[in-house]
């Protein structure tokens, strides 16, 4: 985060870096990639041939990537054996089940083709605005604390302090400041900003447990429970583990490779297909038991007709099973506990649980089961397979151990591990995550399995201190070795041939003589001798220098700008904003951002102020005090002056200064409540074009932008278009003026930061356009209050100044021949199919992009992805970044599901529904995320697990963590919002996790819940994470629970008054205050372990977040619970257990 750390500038790396002068080089944007025959592949050998790993890592081993040591069974030919029915069943038509597919009926419009916030414009309507805004034409001489007449006259600037220098400069549209004389709204009281409700009625429109009786929660107090629950989850027995099945049908495959081990369950298991079980998983209820209901409105959801006898007898999927309802007796007893879902497999019945009912008021529908009910049992949450343990086992299992990324197609460790990686060829997870790291080598299984091939790119990302940099890598004026066709860069993968004097492209096969100023000798394996001295032959990721050619208009770029732009209007200044800021970026600027060893930064500043006019400030170095020029024609944006508009904050040093000093004082006693904003866009876009050069601007802003202006908005808010077909409207722009804006930005290089403070609507989803398409990041901070905001505000914006950031880039990413990126998400805008563009893009930011066959793949050669991003530092010098990856492809689907990332696939998933609400309905985003993932655990059932009852729910081992998960997402505020989200949330939430990378997704869907009370004051450790379910917190501890935006501290009504002195230095519960922005600095262990604790997460997230004190039984508590995301919620999302059983009743309806 330090300004100091370094950047790029590793160590030569062995080569020596002849300077940057001089280039010529084919340019960045090359051709498409076109077709090449893959036969040509058969020579490629790996990522890292004869590569001596001295110490691979324990459980995992590289011989398991390569099918070619696979099993000898053929999954093609048994599917093939596949009553026919079986399939059709798995799917529904080819063309409509994918919902990523263009012609995906799911979601219809919303993935035909990529377009950004594009869709169905909503124009502006009429204005508002009865009268005409007075325009006072002129300009006077600004003194500050005079009072600000409106003057009538154009063509001079204004100044305060000394005489201006030099009014002749000023052109027509100057005119004079003015202060409006609208009434003055009062500052709302505070609230919570983003947050859920606090009493939340169910919804409808969800499969609610109440509401709809699509599907309906059984509850233990309330008479005969379904038979069909107690029935379909026989629990307590031995269920058929696909996972078994599938490893065995790879027998030469090493157990235990696959990271998420499907053969967790230990070898002291009969490796026989099967052959009896521990006691494991087992679903919900059987079909056609437990939906007595109607039928419902959601396809999804209804029920289903009783399977047929024997839905699943391949003779291939292992000896046939006699009685398929009753499944062989568990040869272990139950276990209560974790031990349960060790492979994959879930479920034991408990006993009748008075408390359960308690969140499911609704009564069941299960009246249609005949004869007498069995005793009250209940899917047991504690053998549903747990986040938590999931987490833990990772963490234990590959926390310790470097990743070491030599080997094709290695599943990475989770997120919510740490662990460090050695780049051995591959790029490190850091940078690349995919769904999955073993693809399927035919379009037809991809479509199959329904499993979404995609990867999460963050190629700016921070690395940890232990880890290198990219080294740079400079040849000069000849500039980086490309593919002559494709233009990929050089990488491991390419292979040299002919002695060394030609290589092989690995992405389009074609042949490439080796420049001579690149030539080497090879050694007796076909490796360049000079291999291990040349990142780009031996590692997954490095940068080079860019020449010339990879500039705009063929011009090295000049060091990029930052434009401070800050809201001036009533709200603003009353709230102490003003100040702050001003306060704030007097030491901030001493910050920016510089390159490794620089002295200080290259970039230079400039500031505007504004409300429904603006004021520009020549802070040129020789001035004695700073002049102020207003622009109150607003409606043709110019910069009113170029000479001392941006500069150099140490050569301005005490302008600057005065300037920040005077802001606040000009405005104490300003009236305007009013604003523009798009002009202040233009402003900055205007003065970047005339500096030549690219740049951020930093708005901070607080209110709709009513004041007559281009780019003016008026207040549409409507929460009745919730849950109809209009409330995708809500997430779109109501204008496409911002839309063309934000592409004349990015043109540009102008990346918009955007921080709104808002005490009312102001129409997140249009303002937020620019900084979207651009590559920027939004704060949000609705009723901003200085006591306690100040400190979130500030610590996200020092974060947001200093980090990172590349300027004027592109992306593209280039595939091997078969596959090809199709699709992406995030924060960027795209003028063609294959070029992410960003104004900016800095170490936060991810892309997400999604992968399509084109032909088939061959498990010889894998499948390779380069991602390039060209981009300008910090320092105004042109990079190309390069990250490398190698996936292994398979022919069996079962290779595909041990290789799978449940939280990549959460992320991706978590985007594409994001953005399928710009253009369908809620509703139907969230059908076609249910239905998608239900065909991708019904395939595996279908093709990768033994055969077994259908009452049995068997989930792949990689991926049992995403019914819950995926629970977690239907329930967000954007895809069910409760009545108190607002409008401005659902749009700010939707635009985050568009460029959220995968250890952000995965704790903002499932928040980390810590029991503190159970934290070791004397070490440097975490609590254990516990489960987010109300039912695992008790009256007499305190918890916090942290989800990358907000941090709760929640304490139990029956907490130790020790503890509760210690932590809050108050003698009683009654006497904690919930206003509390921080907590209180007392010198005890425990304050000091708590505090600490939230120091550390708020150092691993790129957001400072929100502290809110939570007493148990108090009304805030509501908002607590909204993250307990196992628990039914009230805004009608559906439990996990009750998700899981409406997960396996879908499966089973695809399978029968
Ligand atoms: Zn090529």
């Not at 960045?28 to 890592?57: C, E, F, H, I």
């Not at 004079?176 to 919804?203: D, I, K, N, Q, R």
């Not at 077909?725 to 911002?738: C, G, I, M, R, V």
């Amino acid at each position: 985060m330090s300004v100091n750390q370094q950047a790029h500038t590793g160590p030569p790396y062995g080569q020596p870096q002849p300077g940057y002068q001089g280039y010529q080089q084919p340019a960045y944007r090359g051709q498409p990639l076109p077709g090449v025959p893959q036969s040509q592949y058969g020579a490629y050998n790996g990522p890292m041939p004869g590569y001596q790993q001295p110490a691979p890592p324990q459980g995992y081993f590289p011989s398991l990537g390569f099918p070619s040591k696979g099993s000898p069974v053929s999954l093609n030919s048994d599917t093939s054996s596949l009553p026919p029915n079986s399939i059709g069943s798995l799917r529904p038509p080819p063309a409509s089940g994918a919902p990523p597919p263009a012609s995906g009926a799911s979601v219809p419009s919303g993935h035909v083709a990529y377009s950004q916030l594009g869709h169905g414009d909503v124009q502006n309507g009429i204005p508002t605005s009865t009268a005409p805004v007075q325009r006072p034409p002129a300009s006077q001489p600004f003194l500050p604390g005079s009072a600000h007449t409106p003057v009538s006259q154009t063509s001079t600037f204004q100044q305060y302090g000394p005489p201006p220098a030099s009014v002749q400069q000023l052109i027509n549209h100057v005119a004079g400041m003015t202060v409006g004389s609208t009434t003055v709204s009062a500052p709302p009281p505070a609230g919570l900003g983003y947050g859920p409700p606090t009493s939340v009625p169910p919804v409808s429109g969800s499969f609610s447990a109440t509401g709809s009786g699509l599907y309906t929660p059984y509850t233990a107090s309330q008479g005969p429970p379904p038979s069909s629950v107690s029935e379909g989850l026989p629990l307590a027995q031995p269920p058929f583990p696909g996972q078994l099945i599938s490893t065995q049908r790879l027998p030469t495959q090493v157990p235990g490779f696959a990271p998420p081990p499907s053969t967790g369950i230990g070898p002291s298991y009969p490796p026989t297909a099967g052959a009896p079980r521990p006691p494991t998983m087992t679903g919900p209820p059987l079909p056609g038991q437990t939906l007595a209901g109607p039928p419902t409105s959601q396809p999804n959801h209804v029920s289903s007709p009783p399977p047929p006898p024997s839905t699943m007898s391949g003779p291939h999927h292992g000896p046939p099973i006699s009685g398929l309802h009753g499944p062989p007796p568990p040869t272990h007893p139950p276990q209560p506990g974790y031990q349960m879902q060790q492979n994959g497999s879930f479920g034991q019945v408990r006993g009748p649980q008075p408390n359960y009912g308690g969140a499911y008021p609704g009564v069941p529908n299960y009246g249609s089961q005949p004869g007498p009910p069995p005793p009250p049992k209940r899917l047991d949450p504690d053998s549903i397979p747990s986040p938590i343990q999931v987490i833990e086992d990772d963490r234990s299992n590959r926390g310790s151990e470097p990743f070491v990324t030599g080997v094709r197609g290695q599943v990475p460790p989770l997120v919510t591990t740490n662990f460090l990686v050695k780049d051995q060829g591959n790029a490190s997870p850091r940078y690349i995550r995919c769904t999955s790291y073993n693809i399927p080598c035919t379009s037809d299984m991809a479509k199959q399995s329904q499993v979404p091939l995609a990867a999460v790119i963050k190629p700016l990302a921070t690395l940890p201190p232990e880890e290198n940099l990219p080294y740079l890598v400079d040849h000069g004026e000849s500039g980086p070795v490309r593919c002559n066709r494709c233009k990929a860069y050089m990488c491991p993968f390419m292979q040299f041939i002919e002695g060394g004097r030609r290589f092989q492209c690995c992405f389009c096969s074609c042949v490439t003589e080796v420049p001579p100023h690149y030539f080497q000798h090879l050694d007796h394996t076909g490796k360049r001798v000079d291999f291990y001295d040349r990142p780009e032959l031996s590692l997954g990721s490095y940068e080079f220098l860019a020449t010339v050619d990879y500039c705009k208009n063929n011009k090295f770029p000049s060091p990029p700008a930052f434009i401070f732009m800050i809201d001036v209007s009533y709200n603003a200044v009353k709230s102490g904003l003003v100040r702050l800021i001003c306060e704030e970026l007097k030491s901030l600027l001493d910050y920016l951002p510089r390159e490794g060893n620089m002295e200080e930064s290259a970039i230079r500043v400039g500031f505007v102020t504004y409300n429904k006019v603006l004021h520009f400030y020549n802070v040129k170095s020789s001035l004695a005090q700073p002049q102020m020029m207003v622009v109150s024609d607003v409606a043709d944006m110019f910069v009113p002056l170029l000479d001392g508009f941006l500069v150099n904050v140490n050569e301005s040093r005490t302008v600057i200064a005065s300037l920040l000093d005077q802001i606040p004082e000009m405005f104490a006693d300003t009236r305007e409540t009013e604003t523009v904003f798009a002009p202040v866009i233009q402003a900055g876009l205007e003065a970047l074009k005339a500096a030549e050069c690219a740049g951020k601007l930093f708005i901070f802003h607080t209110s709709l932008p009513i004041a007559e202006a281009p780019g003016k908005l008026k207040n549409r808010d409507d929460r009745k278009l919730i849950n109809t077909d209009k409330e995708k409207t809500l997430f779109q722009p109501q204008t496409s003026f911002y839309n063309n804006l934000a592409k004349d930005c990015v043109a540009q290089g102008c990346c918009v930061d955007l921080f709104l403070f808002p005490n009312q609507y102001l129409d997140v989803a249009t303002l937020g356009v620019v900084t979207y398409q651009t590559g920027g990041s939004i704060y949000k901070y609705a009723y901003f209050q200085l006591e306690t905001d100040q400190d979130r505000f500030l610590n996200d914006l020092r974060r947001d100044v200093q980090k990172e950031v590349g300027f004027d880039a592109v992306m593209r990413v280039r595939t091997s021949t078969g596959i090809r990126a199709t699709d992406f998400f995030g924060a960027f805008y795209m003028s063609n199919t294959t070029d992410v563009e960003m104004a900016g893009l800095d170490c936060d930011k991810t892309i997400t992009v999604e992968f399509k066959h084109d032909d088939k793949l061959s498990e010889d050669s894998g499948a390779l992805l380069q991602c390039a991003l060209l981009y300008t530092s910090c320092a105004g010098q042109r990079r190309l970044r390069i990250h490398n990856l190698s996936l292994n492809c398979c022919t069996q689907l079962a290779d595909l599901y041990r290789n799978c990332e449940t939280d990549t696939l959460i992320n991706y998933l978590a985007k594409y529904a994001y953005r399928g609400v710009l253009s369908s309905p809620v509703k139907a985003v969230r059908d076609a995320l249910i239905s998608q993932c239900a065909q991708i655990l019904a395939c595996y059932r279908k093709n990768c697990a033994s055969p077994s009852s259908a009452g049995q729910l068997i989930l792949p081992e990689c991926m049992k963590l995403l019914p819950v998960y995926l629970n977690c997402v239907l329930k967000s505020d954007v895809l069910q919002p409760g009545p108190d989200v607002t409008t401005d949330d659902r749009a700010y939430i939707r635009q985050l996790v568009t460029s959220m990378d995968v250890a952000e997704t995965n704790v903002f869907f499932y928040p980390r819940l810590l029991p503190l009370t159970k934290a070791d004051v004397d070490s440097d450790s975490l609590p254990a994470a516990i489960r987010n379910s109300e039912e695992r917190l008790s009256k007499g501890d305190i918890y916090l629970l942290e989800n990358g935006l907000n941090i709760f501290v929640w304490v139990g009504v029956n907490v130790q008054q020790g503890l509760l002195q210690n932590l809050f230095g108050v003698s009683s519960f009654g006497h904690i205050s919930n206003t509390l922005s921080t907590l209180p600095v007392l010198e005890n262990p425990f304050s000091k372990k708590v505090r600490s604790i939230v120091d550390m997460l708020q150092m691993q997230r790129s957001r400072y977040m929100k502290l809110i004190i939570v007493k148990q039984e108090d009304k805030l508590e509501m908002l607590f619970r909204h993250f307990l995301v196992e628990d039914k919620s009230l805004s009608g999302g559906a439990s996990y257990v009750d998700f899981l059983c409406h997960m396996h009743k879908e499966i089973r309806q695809l399978l029968s």
